[in-house]
């Protein structure tokens, strides 16, 4: 038997997509795995708080930490700083779980440059630019202007869903959900190339 690796599933998707429900909704169904708290230069939502929905910090802050080389990646989205912080995520993967990332596409490239053996990506979206933008409008914790900007990356981003191993079109949330169980169960079975190689020597255990 091939020994239990950990592995990583991205999701990625305009916000307003729903992947923070599609995520709660599976929780208990896809065994142990580790959500990647991302660090952030954006300012705090109403109802957000530091280390449970982000790492909050400065721009001064996270500007160090890219001069450290701490961040797995990090990308500049809708004008701030987001960020995977490589320690966490190494330490999950050493214990064998399955790392997940809510990440945007310049994450996803390169989550899957540095990681791609072991990664499997799920772009999540509504099923149209008006359905996202009701969604956006009713959720009424952004002004106007945050609405646009968010939108204009949205119609950005759907441009480049076919650098991801699969689509989600979330308009039932249930089948939307079922779906992503299967995926992240799936995800699970992904075997590192070094796994691999080592494998197959052993397998040729004959000598002639
Ligand atoms: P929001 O501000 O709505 O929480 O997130 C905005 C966008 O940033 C979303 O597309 C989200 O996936 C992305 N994002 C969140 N954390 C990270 C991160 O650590 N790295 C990258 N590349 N994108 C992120």
């Known amino acids: 038997m091939i020994k239990n690796n950990g592995v990583v599933l991205v999701l990625s998707g305009p916000s307003g997509a729903g992947k923070s429900s599609l995520i709660n909704k599976i929780s208990d169904e896809i065994g142990d795995y580790y959500f990647s708290l991302s660090t952030t230069t954006r300012e705090k939502r109403e109802g957000e708080e530091e ?4 790492h909050f910090v400065s721009k001064e802050e996270f500007e160090k930490d890219i ?10 989205v809708h004008g701030n700083y987001y960020g995977t ?6 330490e ?3 214990e064998g779980k399955l790392v997940i990332f809510d990440i945007d596409v310049q994450g996803n490239m390169a989550v899957k440059n540095r990681l791609g053996d072991i990664t499997t ?4 979206t509504p099923p149209t630019l008006s359905e996202l933008k009701r969604r956006l409008q ?3 914790t952004d002004t106007k202007e945050i609405i646009k900007g968010r939108i204009q990356v949205a119609r950005r981003e759907i441009q480049r869903t076919s650098e991801y191993d699969f689509i989600i079109v979330n308009d039932d949330l249930d089948i ?3 779906v992503l169980k299967q995926i992240a169960l799936t995800a699970r079975l992904k075997i590192p190339h070094n796994m691999i190689n080592n494998f197959v020597q052993k397998w040729e255990d004959i000598r002639e």
Do not use: C, M, Q
């Not at 001069?67 to 500049?76: S, V």
């Not at 990506?121 to 999540?124: E, H």
């Open 51 to 54: 280390g449970v929905h982000y």
């Open 67 to 76: 001069e450290a080389d701490n961040f797995l990646e990090y990308a500049t």
């Open 85 to 90: 912080s490589l320690n966490p995520v190494r």
């Open 92 to 94: 999950a993967l050493h």
């Open 121 to 124: 990506s799920v772009f999540i």
């Open 138 to 140: 009713k959720r009424s």
């Open 176 to 178: 939307a959900a079922k």
